[in-house]
């Protein structure tokens, strides 16, 4: 029984969604007469109160397309230092923006209000412009932590009064919302964009979610097509974002229990040390003594349990939809018996 906790993108469909997805109704989307995407962009934006939504082949697209629609060649984006848009989309924000990043140290992934005003360059020749702000909830490197709700409004307030646009990372949002108990509405009143990724704790074997006002979206539309993000029968993977939306955020819940499960378990081993808040289906920890995370990682293997070692010392595993309750008894019984 192979147990997969690299990460929620190696979920594959379910016999439900695979049949929603035989059975959808397609067209041509960059002709905009995909009905099943035009249905599941409708449905995304009504879900956060905005007025639109395009469906992108991944949540990497999503963001740097909001990204170059945010701002200027020459332009600056503050952000956390291990940003998912800063660290793992290739350089992106330089290469399809032409703009820089000022990274700050946060923590557990997030920054505060205080930190923003401090990086905002002032109106000066000699500096580059900042425009955006991104923040990323749930946080990947800060193991699924999630934002307090007052720190995103304090830093809405201060992106308002310095003319900033506020972006955000929701490749996990859904988990924070399950997390917290906020609503997407929330999300959509405070933010100018917002990417949701389907394809992780969605189930979803493609795509990703860019919601916004309906010019943002119009001008994102036209970078997709840049990007080479224009697909044709989308429909049937659309079909799939549809049927998670309807059936997968409640069960979400159960894949942060899961994840709290294995992480009680590792908390008694000699071999572990600091593990990182578990708020979500991240579990982040550090490995010493007897093990690093290397040989860990390729013990856990010769039992066909699949994690990740993400630095020297690190180990991250990654609960999802494909992940049962007898597969995390069988984790947490074979990390005891290490």
Same mark, same amino acid.
């Given at each position: ?163 900033? %646009? +506020?972006?955000?990372?929701?490749? #996990? &949002? ?7 108990? $906020?609503? /997407? ?58 049927? %998670? +939306?309807?059936?997968?955020?409640? #069960? &979400? ?7 709290? $499960?294995? /992480? ?75």
């Amino acid at each position: 029984m192979r147990i997969e906790l690299r990460s929620d993108t190696f979920t594959r469909p379910t016999p439900a969604m695979l049949n929603a997805m035989m059975n959808a109704e397609v067209g041509d989307d960059v002709f905009g007469e995909d009905p099943t995407v035009n249905l599941l962009e409708k449905k995304a934006a009504e879900m956060f109160g905005k007025e639109a939504a395009i469906y992108c082949p991944t949540g990497t697209m999503s963001n740097q397309i909001a990204i170059k629609v945010h701002t200027q060649p020459g332009d600056e984006v503050i952000c956390e230092q291990q940003a998912h848009v800063y660290i793992y989309e290739g350089g992106g924000i330089a290469f399809l923006s032409g703009s820089q990043v000022k990274a700050i140290p946060g923590q557990g992934g997030r920054i505060t209000a205080e930190q923003v005003v401090g990086a905002i360059n002032p109106d000066d020749v000699h500096k580059a412009r900042t425009s955006l702000v991104c923040l990323e909830n749930t946080s990947n490197r800060g193991g699924g932590s999630c934002y307090n709700w007052q720190d995103i409004l304090h830093i809405r307030q201060v992106c308002t009064m310095n003319g900033l %646009a +506020l972006h955000l990372d929701g490749a #996990r &949002l859904f988990n924070a919302l399950v997390a917290t108990g $906020q609503t /997407a509405r929330q999300y959509g009143e405070v933010f100018d964009s917002i990417s949701v990724c389907l394809n992780k704790g969605l189930g979803c074997p493609i795509g990703s979610i860019l919601i916004g006002s309906a010019e943002f979206i119009r001008k994102a539309r036209r970078v997709r097509k840049v990007f080479g993000g224009g697909m044709r029968q989308a429909g049937f993977m659309a079909a799939a974002g549809v049927y %998670a +939306l309807d059936h997968h955020i409640e #069960r &979400l819940q159960q894949d942060h229990d899961h994840a709290k $499960q294995i /992480a009680k378990v590792l908390a008694h081993k000699d071999f572990v040390g600091t593990i990182l808040p578990v708020e979500t289906n991240i579990l982040i920890f550090e490995v010493k003594g007897r093990f690093s995370s290397q040989t860990l990682a390729d013990t856990l293997r010769h039992y066909d349990i699949h994690c990740m070692a993400i630095s020297p010392t690190q180990i991250r595993m990654v609960t999802h939809l494909d992940v049962t309750p007898s597969m995390v008894h069988k984790v947490c019984e074979i990390l005891e018996g290490l």
